[in-house]
C-alpha cells in the first residue's frame, strides 16, 4: 500500500513538473511574442508616422507652388498691370494691322485705282480680328466714321463731342495736342458681354496715305477670365511623379476643374461617398486659420482598380475664392508597413519551432496524465463554462453591438405592451426602422465603420424617444420601436423627427465623415386581435415602400396623404 502510494506520488511529482516545465515554456514564448509586437508596432507607428510627415510636407511644397502660379496671374489682373498689358496687346495686333496694310498698298498703289485700293484696304481693316472679339475700326480727322465692322449703323456718321460714342473725338483730340501718329485713349462704353458700361482703352493710328485713323480697343474687365482661363490651363497641364496632378473646386463645393475627370467639372460635390475630398477639403478650410489644411479619405485608385486610402492637401486661393488640392495614396506606406509585420510574422515562427520542439521532449513522456489533467481541471470547466454561456446568451436581453434590446427581448416587451394597450384600449403604434444602402457603407469603410453607424444611430434614437417606448435591434441594420399612446398621425411625426435628425448627423470614423440616411415604416394596431409581428409585418410593407420610391423618407400603412396634411 505505501509503494503504491508513493508510486503514485512520483507520478503526481512527474506530472506536476512536466506541467510546470510546459507553463513556464508557454509563459517564456508569450512573453517573448508580447516584446516583439511591442517593439515591432512601435517601430511600425515611428515609420508611418515619419512617412506620412514625408509625403504631407512634399505635398505642402507642390501645393505651394501650384498656388504660386496662381498669385502669378492673379497679379496680372491688378489695376496698374491691366492697363499695360492692354496696351501691350493693343500695340501688337495694331502692329500686325498696320504691316499688312502698307504691305497691300505698297504691292497694289500703282495698279489699282484710289477708289479700289481704299475699298480693298477697308476691306482687310474691316475683317481683321483677333482673340473672341477684337476688331478695328476707321474713321477720318473730320470726326466722320468710315468703317465700322460691329455697328455698321455708324458707318457715314459724324460723331463730334457724342457721348455714347466718344472715342471718335477722343482719338482725333488726343492726336492734334499730341502731334503723334498714334495715342491711346481712355473712355467708358457699353459692354455687351456684360451689358454694362465699363472702362475701355483704345488705341488709335493714323494710316497716312488717306489720312486714316484707324483704331482698336479692349475693355479692362476682360483680362480677368482671361488670366484665370490661363491660369487654370497651367494647373491642368502641371503634373509630378508617374500620376501626380492638382485639381481647382471653390468653396461652395463645385468643382471648376480637374484634370483626370473632367466629367466632375462644373458639378457640386456634397454628400458623395465617391468623391469626398471636395467637401473635406472646404470644411477643413472652414475650420482652419491657416489658409491650408490636410484631409484624408478613401478614393478608387485606377492603377490598382481598388479604394484606398489617400492624403490630400488643400490651399485657399482668397483673391478668387478656390481651392487647390493635391493628393497621393498610401498604398505605398501600407505596403512598407506589411513587410515590416511578414518579417515580424517570420521571427515569430522561428521562435514558436524552436519552442514547440523544447516542449516536445515533455509532453511526449507525460501526455497521458497531461491529457487527464487537462480533461478534468481545463476541458471540464471550460465545457460547463460555455455551456453557462450560451445559456446566458439565450437569456440575455441586450443587443451585445448597440446596448439596446434585441430581437427576443423587444417583441418579448412589444407583446406586453400590445396587451396593456388593448386592455386599456390606449393607441399602439409600431416602426420599421433601415439604414439606407447599409452595405455601401460596409464595402467602402469597412464593417468596423459600419458597427459605428449601428451605434450612432441607436444612441441617437434613443435621445430622441420617450424612456418607456420600447426600442431594440431586430437584426443587422434593421431596428423596431414600439409606442403607447401614438395614433397614425402623431406616429408619422415621430418618424419624421428621428428620419431628419438622422439626416442631419454623421459619423467620424478613423478620420472620415460618413453621412448616412434612414427609411422607416410606421403602423398604428387596429385589431383587438393583432399581435406585435402582424403589426411589425405592416411597418415593414411600408418601409419597403418607403424603400423603392426613393429611400431617406417616412411611409405609414394607410392613407399618407392625410397625415401630411394634418399638424402633428
Known amino acids: 500500500?505505501?509503494?503504491?502510494?508513493?508510486?503514485?506520488?512520483?507520478?503526481?511529482?512527474?506530472?506536476?513538473?512536466?506541467?510546470?516545465?510546459?507553463?513556464?515554456?508557454?509563459i517564456m514564448a508569450t512573453l517573448y511574442i508580447q516584446n516583439l509586437n511591442t517593439v515591432v508596432n512601435s517601430n511600425i507607428q515611428l515609420f508611418s508616422m515619419t512617412l506620412m510627415e514625408k509625403e504631407k510636407e512634399e505635398l505642402k511644397n507642390k501645393i505651394d507652388l501650384?498656388?504660386?502660379?496662381?498669385?502669378?496671374?492673379?497679379?496680372?489682373?491688378?489695376?496698374?498691370?491691366?492697363?499695360?498689358?492692354?496696351?501691350?496687346?493693343?500695340i501688337s495686333h495694331q502692329q500686325q494691322l498696320f504691316s499688312q496694310?502698307?504691305?497691300?498698298?505698297?504691292?497694289?498703289?500703282?495698279?489699282?485705282?484710289?477708289?479700289?485700293?481704299?475699298?480693298?484696304?477697308?476691306?482687310?481693316?474691316?475683317?481683321?480680328?483677333?482673340?473672341?472679339?477684337?476688331?478695328?475700326?476707321?474713321?477720318?480727322?473730320?470726326?466722320?466714321?468710315?468703317?465700322?465692322?460691329?455697328?455698321?449703323e455708324y458707318n457715314g456718321k459724324t460723331f463730334f463731342n457724342v457721348s455714347n460714342v466718344p472715342f471718335v473725338s477722343l482719338g482725333i483730340e488726343d492726336l492734334k495736342k499730341s502731334s503723334k501718329k498714334e495715342s491711346f485713349i481712355k473712355y467708358k462704353f457699353y459692354n455687351p458681354a456684360t451689358k454694362k458700361y465699363e472702362f475701355k482703352v483704345s488705341l488709335v493710328k493714323i494710316f497716312e496715305p488717306f489720312n486714316w485713323i484707324i483704331g482698336t480697343g479692349q475693355y479692362l474687365s476682360d483680362i480677368t477670365p482671361v488670366m484665370k482661363k490661363?491660369?487654370?490651363?497651367?494647373?491642368?497641364?502641371?503634373?509630378?511623379?508617374?500620376?501626380?496632378?492638382?485639381?481647382?473646386?471653390?468653396?461652395?463645393?463645385?468643382?471648376?476643374?480637374?484634370?483626370?475627370?473632367?466629367?466632375?467639372?462644373?458639378?457640386?460635390?456634397?454628400?458623395?461617398?465617391e468623391v469626398p475630398f471636395v467637401e473635406l477639403g472646404v470644411r477643413a478650410l472652414k475650420q482652419s486659420k491657416k489658409g491650408s489644411a490636410i484631409i484624408k479619405y478613401v478614393f478608387y485608385n485606377p492603377a490598382t482598380k481598388k479604394y484606398e486610402n489617400k492624403l490630400s492637401?488643400?490651399?485657399?486661393?482668397?483673391?478668387?475664392?478656390?481651392?487647390?488640392?493635391?493628393?497621393?495614396?498610401?498604398?505605398?506606406?501600407?505596403?512598407?508597413i506589411e513587410n515590416i509585420k511578414l518579417l515580424k510574422d517570420k521571427e515569430e515562427q522561428k521562435f514558436i519551432y524552436k519552442t514547440i520542439i523544447l516542449a516536445v521532449l515533455i509532453i511526449v513522456t507525460t501526455i497521458a496524465i497531461a491529457y487527464y489533467l487537462i480533461a478534468k481541471f481545463i476541458i471540464n470547466p471550460i465545457e460547463n463554462l460555455n455551456d453557462e454561456k450560451e445559456h446566458f446568451e439565450e437569456i440575455a436581453q441586450i443587443d451585445f453591438l448597440t446596448n439596446i434590446l434585441n430581437r427576443r427581448a423587444f417583441f418579448h416587451e412589444a407583446n406586453k405592451y400590445n396587451a396593456y394597450a388593448k386592455r386599456n384600449n390606449i393607441k399602439l403604434s409600431v416602426m420599421m426602422i433601415d439604414i439606407d444602402h447599409f452595405k455601401k457603407i460596409n464595402d467602402v469603410y469597412g464593417h468596423e465603420a459600419g458597427d459605428e453607424v449601428l451605434k450612432s444611430l441607436a444612441l441617437l434614437i434613443q435621445r430622441l424617444i420617450r424612456k418607456e417606448d420600447i426600442f431594440g435591434r431586430l437584426g443587422g441594420e434593421?431596428?423596431?420601436?414600439?409606442?403607447l399612446h401614438a395614433d397614425q398621425f402623431s406616429v408619422y411625426g415621430i418618424a419624421e423627427k428621428i428620419r431628419s435628425s438622422i439626416e442631419e448627423s454623421s459619423v467620424i470614423y478613423r478620420g472620415y465623415i460618413i453621412h448616412y440616411?434612414?427609411?422607416?415604416?410606421?403602423?398604428?394596431?387596429?385589431?383587438?386581435?393583432?399581435?406585435?409581428?402582424?403589426?411589425?409585418?405592416?411597418?415593414?410593407?411600408?418601409?419597403?415602400?418607403?424603400?423603392?420610391?426613393?429611400?431617406?423618407?417616412?411611409?405609414?400603412?394607410t392613407n399618407i396623404a392625410s397625415i401630411k396634411n394634418k399638424k402633428v
Open 1 to 26: 500500500m505505501l509503494m503504491e502510494n508513493i508510486q503514485s506520488l512520483k507520478i503526481k511529482i512527474i506530472i506536476l513538473l512536466s506541467v510546470l516545465i510546459i507553463i513556464i515554456t508557454l
Open 230 to 273: 490661363r491660369a487654370l490651363a497651367d494647373i491642368e497641364a502641371l503634373r509630378y511623379g508617374k500620376s501626380g496632378y492638382f485639381w481647382i473646386n471653390d468653396m461652395n463645393y463645385t468643382m471648376i476643374m480637374h484634370p483626370i475627370k473632367q466629367e466632375y467639372d462644373g458639378k457640386v460635390f456634397m454628400h458623395t461617398l
Open 517 to 557: 440616411t434612414i427609411s422607416i415604416g410606421c403602423y398604428t394596431v387596429t385589431s383587438e386581435s393583432q399581435d406585435i409581428k402582424a403589426a411589425l409585418n405592416k411597418a415593414d410593407m411600408a418601409l419597403y415602400r418607403a424603400k423603392s420610391i426613393g429611400r431617406n423618407r417616412v411611409e405609414v400603412y
Open 101 to 152: 496694310l502698307r504691305s497691300f498698298y505698297e504691292q497694289n498703289k500703282d495698279t489699282y485705282s484710289k477708289s479700289k485700293l481704299k475699298k480693298e484696304l477697308q476691306l482687310l481693316v474691316q475683317y481683321a480680328r483677333y482673340g473672341s472679339s477684337g476688331y478695328f475700326w476707321i474713321n477720318d480727322m473730320n470726326y466722320t466714321m468710315i468703317m465700322h465692322p460691329i455697328k455698321p
Open 478 to 483: 434593421e431596428f423596431g420601436l414600439a409606442l
Open 313 to 336: 492637401v488643400v490651399k485657399l486661393f482668397e483673391p478668387w475664392n478656390w481651392v487647390i488640392g493635391t493628393g497621393v495614396y498610401l498604398n505605398k506606406i501600407d505596403t512598407s
Open 66 to 90: 501650384a498656388s504660386n502660379i496662381l498669385q502669378m496671374y492673379y497679379e496680372q489682373t491688378e489695376p496698374k498691370y491691366i492697363e499695360n498689358s492692354v496696351k501691350q496687346t493693343l
